[in-house]
């Protein structure tokens, strides 16, 4: 007997749309065509993907035919309809359509909901704009504005351009090309963060992720050798499962990861499946089926060459979940979103949070998501047999500056880090999100009504949200993230959110002699554009008002950072930004003694990589490399092996150089003075790889980030996920000295911290070697108390490690850090002078580590004056006993702030226009980052 699942909803009445048609007769359709799929690609269960990567992955049924209808037009700048423009609309499947010639459009069989839509012709683009669907909707208008332009370039492994490669564009809009005299051009593109796909005969597929805004982007996409793999799905008896649907994830190399909906293949009768052609590296191959709940084969390595069969996914019989929507009135709902995932459990063992299928292992298993039919019904088959978790909401309204409601505004929330919620099981304030709640119920949205009016629904139980909204007159993606906005917590039903219209910003970047840099990126926040020539001007527009740090980087100059205060409705003037030339390095790439040409060198102050390359998560020009990898500069070595870099400054840089088929050099350490530096000589030497298990309480616990750093250079760091049997691999690393460890925490929030779990292993050349890491938490709680001898402390940046350390200033702790060896250690901030807390610490020997800040240096400044003046800041260290008793232990470091020191124009700081406290990359405090961002030797 089935239990019916009943879930209380808010109902809003909302307008769909931005600019209203009135007076206009019912479109007439316009051709319909289904979005691009690939061959095999019809099915019931579809993926989602959010703004927060994998953490976000959905698994979407198809939407029940619905009654009703969305009318639109395509306009120009001079209100003209665009006849031919593709539209684009997020139903699931996802449907485009072409516009008549007035630019009218419509799409049918529809469901009462929130879409999302966008516009592709010769004149521009529209959107993405989101919209909530419901029966008395007006049309919707998308406004065409300035496109992007992606140009591809696809090589084999000699440097060679291949010819006949197919290349997929995939996000928000899909396009697809063929190289065929030259690289694969995509224009008009709507901006937005993307992947790109390439593949050709007898080559594997490539991925790499990129940010596209208006104007013209670049990528370069390699492809291997690959060879076939095959295997079988099979049920608890072993019998095999027919129209499984199978794909396969990188467990070294993070940027191979297939989409299910384009790049996934489908069992046959006897379960068997075959994939033509992957390359070497670790991988997770992963099924799904509509009555079977989803499965994951164990780590399997591959040598790009051999075909490898055998390969054995186990789906376990499926739960089934039925249930009705209903209001508060008790009537159905129809079209409603339902999400079902694993429920969160205690706070740790097994189903706990640090647990063995606690939320860091449910990361590795997406929702399911499903709408309700006209009568408020719905069914979700194929769901794992574990506790489940089916929900609360807030609402408010919008108002404008002179308190009017308005109209269309887009409401979104976010989790609110550092806020005043508790780690409970779903909270997301006071360090405690769970990405695993965050991956069930998605970004809560809604379209405010008539009266300004919105509710946010499907969220967790007592936990606190940051939100924020955009102005109705929105035609693309806010840039900047929650600085506006208000922390609200699940139940309240009062929030006011007071929306301005944005504000954009434009100035140049110039050398001190007055001529401009030929490229440069400037970024705010997590999103980016790049310029080419323009004489060094640049402009970026829809930034919501505030104060913001406007990055500045490019390879052949210093990376710097201004201050800007946006203001609504108009243009802030940023000026000139004089960036400086910097220091140079340089030489030569050998192996074995002889050059190697098109190796690919890295440097800067952080290297981060993931298990196969040092290249920066989301790729070279992705928004996580401009967030936390934006001062490493690339080059690749010219036909001699020679190689130079320049716009570096002061500090320690680690360089690092590799070539796919050759190795990668063992990370170097170039502090500031140090003679030869444009003289180097990096050696590659065959890859080694490293693997092991991660356990807690001797269960396996798994997606927990590993990472690994050269005990001699904490400035290269790479990083990897366990999957949910704990098992992780390195598949290519220098030879060298190592630093592993488990580290456990939320990099996006410095205040919660970031725990270690340490051991040192030596990889030897071409060697794999095994390293099991255990996640065993203390019980107790130390609070740390920072006591300035004079004045007071703003922000600082505080160390918990294992043993007896001894520092003097900032990297020369990061240097004994990394060299520590096997234990524990902890790292955390503080903004404003108080107490930091460590918890869960176990019994035994520590020393704890202050590095004070100058009171001057505060918010998102403090991070880049931390890198800048890591060889001159002073650190304090206190030895401190942790014992089994009391629960609560305390102990008081006392410090001496610094004095601030003003940094150059163009180091970082600020520049012309800056305010001097500046600088250092788009986001706050010291040691925040993300996945892969940060070790515990990691400035």
């Excluded at 917590?489 to 007055?514: M, Y």
Aim: glycine share 16%; charged share 20%; hydrophobic share 35%.
């Amino acid at each position: 007997m089935s239990r019916r699942l009943v879930i209380a909803v808010g109902i809003a009445v909302v307008v769909a749309g931005a600019w209203w048609l009135r007076g206009r007769p019912g479109a007439p359709a316009a051709s319909e065509v289904p979005a691009p799929l690939a061959p095999e690609a019809v099915r019931q269960v579809r993926p989602a993907r959010g703004e927060l990567g994998e953490l976000t992955r959905v698994m979407i049924d198809d939407d029940p035919r619905g009654t009703l209808r969305l009318e639109g037009q395509v306009i120009d700048a001079e209100d003209h309809g665009v006849g031919g423009a593709t539209v684009m609309i997020t139903a699931n499947p996802p449907r485009s359509i072409t516009t008549e010639a007035d630019g009218s459009f419509a799409f049918d069989g529809l469901v009462p909901r929130p879409y999302t839509l966008i516009a592709r012709a010769r004149q521009g683009v529209a959107g993405p704009i989101t919209a909530r669907l419901t029966e008395k909707s007006e049309p919707v208008v998308l406004r065409l504005r300035p496109a992007g332009k992606l140009t591809v370039t696809v090589a084999g492994g000699d440097g060679k351009a291949i010819r006949g490669a197919t290349v997929e564009l995939r996000g928000v809009d899909v396009q697809r090309a063929v190289t065929q005299t030259g690289p694969a051009v995509f224009s008009p593109v709507v901006p937005g963060g993307y992947q790109i796909a390439a593949w050709a005969d007898g080559k594997a597929h490539a991925f790499q992720r990129i940010q596209i805004g208006t104007g013209d982007a670049q990528a370069r996409l390699v492809l291997s050798a690959g060879a076939p793999v095959a295997g079988r799905v099979v049920d608890d008896r072993g019998a095999g499962i027919a129209d499984a649907r199978v794909r396969y994830s990188g467990a070294s190399d993070w940027t191979q990861q297939a989409s299910e909906r384009y790049d996934a293949v489908v069992s046959a009768a006897d379960g068997s499946f075959r994939f033509e052609a992957l390359p070497a590296g670790s991988f997770r191959f992963q099924a799904s089926h509509p009555e079977r709940a989803p499965g994951s084969s164990a780590l399997i390595t591959l040598d790009g060459k051999t075909p490898r069969d055998g390969v054995v996914i186990a789906l376990e019989v499926g739960a089934v979940v039925k249930g009705k929507v209903v209001d508060g009135q008790r009537r159905p709902v129809a079209a409603a979103r339902v999400r079902i995932g694993g429920g969160s459990g205690g706070p740790g063992g097994v189903g706990g949070r640090g647990g063995p299928g606690g939320p860091r292992g449910r990361m590795f298993e997406p929702p399911r998501q499903s709408f309700s039919d006209g009568d408020g019904a719905f069914e979700i088959r194929g769901l794992p047999r574990r506790p489940l978790s089916a929900v609360a909401l807030i609402s408010g309204a919008v108002v404008d500056p002179e308190g009017q409601p308005v109209e269309g505004a887009q409401v979104s929330a976010g989790p609110s880090f550092g806020g005043r919620g508790g780690p409970g099981p779903a909270g997301f304030g006071g360090g405690g999100f769970d990405p695993s709640q965050w991956q069930l119920r998605g970004r809560p949205e809604d379209v405010t009504d008539a009266a300004g009016k919105f509710t946010l629904t499907g969220l967790a139980a007592g936990a606190q949200y940051r939100l924020t909204a955009a102005p109705a007159s929105r035609t693309g993606p806010r840039r900047g993230g929650f600085r506006d906005g208000a922390v609200a917590t699940t139940g309240d039903s009062n929030v006011r959110l007071v929306v301005q219209p944005d504000g954009a910003v434009k100035g140049r970047v110039a050398f001190g002699d007055g001529s401009a840099p030929d490229m440069f990126t400037i970024s705010v926040e997590q999103n980016q554009q790049s310029f080419l020539g323009g004489g060094g001007a640049f402009a970026l527009d829809g930034i919501a008002p505030g104060t913001y740090q406007l990055a500045v980087r490019g390879p052949s100059f210093q990376n710097t950072a201004v201050e800007v205060e946006i203001t609504s409705s108009r243009t802030a003037d940023a000026g000139t930004i004089t960036v400086v030339k910097g220091r140079s390095i340089g030489g030569v790439v050998v192996a074995d003694g002889q050059p190697v040409p098109d190796a690919t060198v890295y440097a800067g102050r952080m290297i981060l990589g993931n298990g196969s390359t040092s290249a920066a998560p989301g790729g070279a020009s992705g928004p996580l490399a401009a967030q936390f990898g934006g001062g490493t500069k690339t080059t690749t070595t010219d036909a001699a092996g020679a190689f130079s870099l320049s716009g570096f400054g002061d500090g320690d840089l680690a360089i690092v150089a590799e070539h796919p088929a050759v190795g990668r050099s063992r990370a170097l350490r170039l502090p500031t003075v140090m003679p030869g530096q444009t003289e180097l000589t990096l050696t590659l030497e065959k890859y080694g790889s490293l693997a092991g298990t991660l356990r807690q309480g001797n269960q396996p616990i798994g997606g927990i980030a590993v990472t690994c750093q050269a005990v001699a250079t904490p400035g290269a760091i790479y990083t990897v996920l366990a999957g949910s049997d704990g098992a992780y691999r390195f598949d290519q690393l220098a030879p060298d000295t190592y630093k592993v460890s488990a580290t456990v925490g939320n990099p996006r929030n410095p205040r919660a911290g970031l725990k270690f779990y340490s051991r040192q292993i030596d990889v030897p050349i071409g060697q794999q070697v095994t390293v099991d890491l255990a996640v065993d938490p203390g019980t107790v709680t130390l609070d740390v108390a920072i006591v300035p001898r004079s004045g007071s402390v703003g922000v600082a940046s505080t160390w918990l490690a294992s043993g007896a350390i001894t520092a003097s200033t900032e990297t020369e702790l990061l240097l004994k850090l990394a060299a520590s060896g096997q234990g524990t250690s902890a790292r955390s901030a503080s903004g404003s002078g108080g107490p930091v807390t460590f918890t869960e610490v176990a019994t035994g020997d520590y020393t704890v580590c202050v590095t004070p800040l100058p009171a001057e240096v505060r918010g998102a400044g403090a991070r880049g004056y931390l890198e800048r003046h890591a060889d001159t800041l002073a650190v304090f260290c206190k030895p401190v006993t942790v014992a089994p008793s009391p629960d609560t232990q305390s102990t008081q470091v006392p410090v001496v702030v610094p004095a601030y020191i003003p940094d150059p124009a163009g180091s970082g700081s600020g520049g012309t226009g800056g305010s001097g406290t500046g600088g250092g990359g788009p986001r706050p405090g010291p040691g925040s980052g993300g996945p892969g961002s940060v070790g515990p030797g990691s400035p």
